[in-house]
């Protein structure tokens, strides 16, 4: 099972910027498809972005032009940059490796309010 830790959440402003930061353990994380899920209060899951190995991204609709998934092999790193955030953006966020059993970090809390 493969670890994840979040972190870089907090308290923002509407219009204001974040950038999430996700740590995977193991050795092979270049051949690794990650990403980034949400859960507002009261909301299921949802997907917010994917990177797969060869860097393809994809995002969902809320967040298309504001966020940006990024992923760094040579530290096991992978990012959500979140731009113009607003309050509709705030949930807990999880990193995620997909596989046939997927493993979740223990999520960030985002909150943009004013």
């Known amino acids: 099972q493969v670890q994840l830790v979040e972190s870089g959440g907090g308290l923002v402003q509407p219009g204001g910027s974040l950038r999430l930061s996700c740590t995977a353990s193991?050795?092979?994380?270049?051949?690794?498809?990650m990403g980034w899920y949400r859960q507002a209060p009261g909301k299921e899951r949802e997907l917010v972005a994917r990177?797969?190995?060869?860097?393809?991204?994809n995002y969902a609709t809320s967040v298309k032009g504001r966020f940006t998934i990024s992923r760094d092999n040579a530290k096991n790193m992978v990012y959500l940059q979140m731009n113009n955030l607003k309050p509709e953006d705030t949930a807990v966020y999880y990193c995620?490796?997909?596989?046939?059993?997927?493993?979740w970090g223990q999520g960030t809390q985002v909150t943009v309010s004013s």
């Open positions: 193991g050795s092979d994380f270049r051949s690794y498809f």
């Open positions: 995620v490796k997909f596989g046939s059993t997927n493993s």
């Open positions: 990177i797969f190995n060869n860097y393809n991204t």
